[in-house]
């Protein structure tokens, strides 16, 4: 048998009906994740043509982006940013109620966003295939599903078809040699990727992140890893299912049980890339040269380690972009002066992040000129980090701690930045605007928002972490 | 969808490269639950001033990119969200086409299913797009080609399946339905994967 890669196997396995010259593979859709801002115009569509969904029960939905994560008020309204938001809700609701949609909506335990708790639940499951209205569904790659974004249109098709028309991919193998140094993360890694390849390095390519590094991540920081894929340019990002995975997934809510757990595990095992199997591009990164990186324009290939000077502007539009961001060449980034610090999306929202930012603010204050917020990214991540007393260690130290959605990261909630404010951020978008019109975003991690926020400029964490350890 | 055949406009250039998706339609206006209506927000923040006027160092506002069909951006456009709003904000707009010597992967998907013509060329050919806006062109769907003022031609490539339902105004949902069949089949085979 030919060796074949991880993407290949489960390419493969979901083929409907092959790809020829003149018509796209017709792929077989396992899991279909819906939220408020990408279904609406496809509910409509399926309405309109008469249409039923074809498998629902393979569609799980929440409520993230227009939520407000603040709580309801006394007389029960909750405050959305505006009417439009409050009805774009509304209409999922009963878009679900009507078409037969598990929602975990406002009522559900297990709210949050929409990256965030399929895998929490256990939905996520490697070799499937998965597929959302929303680019950062390479997050579940982390499992070694082949997860990816779709527009409203293919919505439309994977309701009323549970498949999408496709042509295959190219594959890009990224190793990522030897280990991380103490105290710099996958946020770390992945900013440091992009700025190497580039914000278009991985169009057309599905992205396997592979090596010593990769494989000594935990599944928390795979999901980092595999989210920002995306911002590569990439279809989707995966990594091999591994013992770190079945660990993670066993016993989630929706995870096989007893001997269906053991034949999955099984079927999972022979996942991986095989030795020999061929990727079409292939790249390596060095993971002992990475330090805490920031971005200093305005997407997310503008990366550089947080005290490297800043490179000056190679054409316009990178001129027009250090002069958005006020980032000034041959200055680093460490030590400017920050305005608003925001750990939350999906990207950087789980408990692992939470634990990294509350251990750089535990006994510190947050800058008297910083304005924080923390937002977790479920329900689910709310109730086990307020067990552990992460939100007294957040609001002990000034920091707002809020109800679980994509806040800040997207800001269509209200949640937003002022113009020409500069933003730590934890998500994974800086382009121009993005956290508030004029609103400037420098990407980082959890550990290096919090030590920001303390500092009131940009700061390395490393120096948090030390004292406490001293 | 109706047929795309071929299209005749002058050209109008954003030379910026990564043009991303909330560029051409920032995200606080995603609130929206219909498909209509979204060109008066597309490039939003770009093309308007503080307070509401257009803003004159865009360039689409200027009078010789008035009713251009064809856009001519700077490599990358379409970069970010997966948001079909992009190309439906663009085509309400008015653009039919968009030229480039590389587009994001989603946005052109999006894009192609709209009807709206989203095409590379060839990075000197995209230089010399570049450097004359408002050039004259005719963007031949069947061919494959685009006639430049000086009757010279630039060769393109599209899928294949999506230049069919271009060019016959194919409903894509409709070409997946017909396949109900083996899709169903599919299903019965992989018991243990579709449990
Ligand atoms: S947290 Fe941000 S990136 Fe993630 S799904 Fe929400 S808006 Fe999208």
Known sequence: MTAKTLFEKIWDAHVVAAESTDTPAILYVDLHLVHEVTSPQAFTELRERGLKLRRPERMLATLDHSTPTLPTAANGERPYANDEAKAQVAQLESNCREFGVALHGWDSADRGIVHVIGPELGVTQPGMTIVCGDSHTSTHGAFGALAFGIGTTEVGHVMATQCLLQRRPKTLAIHVDGQLPQGVGAKDLILHIIGQIGVDGGTGHVIEYRGPAIAALSMEQRMTVCNMSIEAGARAGLIAPDETTFAWLQGRPQAPQGAAWDAAVARWRRLPTDAGARFDREVRIDATAVKPTVTYGTHPGMAIAMDAPVPPARNAQEKRALEYMQSQPGQPMQGMPVDVVFIGSCTNSRLSDLREAANVLRGRRVASRVRMLVVPGSEAVRRDAEREGLHQVFTAAGAEWRVPGCSMCIAMNGDLAQPGQLVVSTSNRNFEGRQGKGARTVLASPATAAASAVAGSIADPRDYLVEVAA | ?195
């Open chain 2, 1 to 195: 969808m109706k047929p795309v055949t071929r299209i005749h406009s002058r050209t109008a250039v954003l030379a910026d490269e990564n043009i991303d998706t909330d560029r051409i339609i920032p995200a606080r206006f995603l609130t929206t639950t219909t498909r209509e209506g979204l060109g008066r927000l597309c490039f939003h923040d770009w093309r308007y001033q503080a307070d509401g006027s257009d803003n004159p160092a865009f360039p689409l506002n200027q009078p010789q990119a008035q009713s251009c069909a064809i856009l001519v951006a700077g490599q990358n456009f379409g970069c970010g969200s997966s948001r079909e709003h992009a190309p439906w904000a663009l085509l309400d707009y008015g653009i039919q086409a968009v030229l480039c010597s590389e587009l994001a992967d989603i946005f052109r998907n999006n894009a192609l299913k709209n009807g709206l013509l989203a095409i590379t060329v060839s990075e000197g050919e995209h230089r010399w797009l570049l450097e004359h806006p408002g050039s004259e062109l005719a963007i031949d769907v069947r061919g494959e080609f685009i006639e430049l003022p000086d009757g010279g031609r630039i060769a393109f490539q599209l899928e294949p399946f999506a230049r069919h339902c271009l060019l016959h105004g194919v409903d894509q949902l409709g070409y997946l339905l017909q396949h109900a069949d083996a899709i169903t089949r599919y299903e019965q085979q992989h018991q243990e994967q579709v449990a």
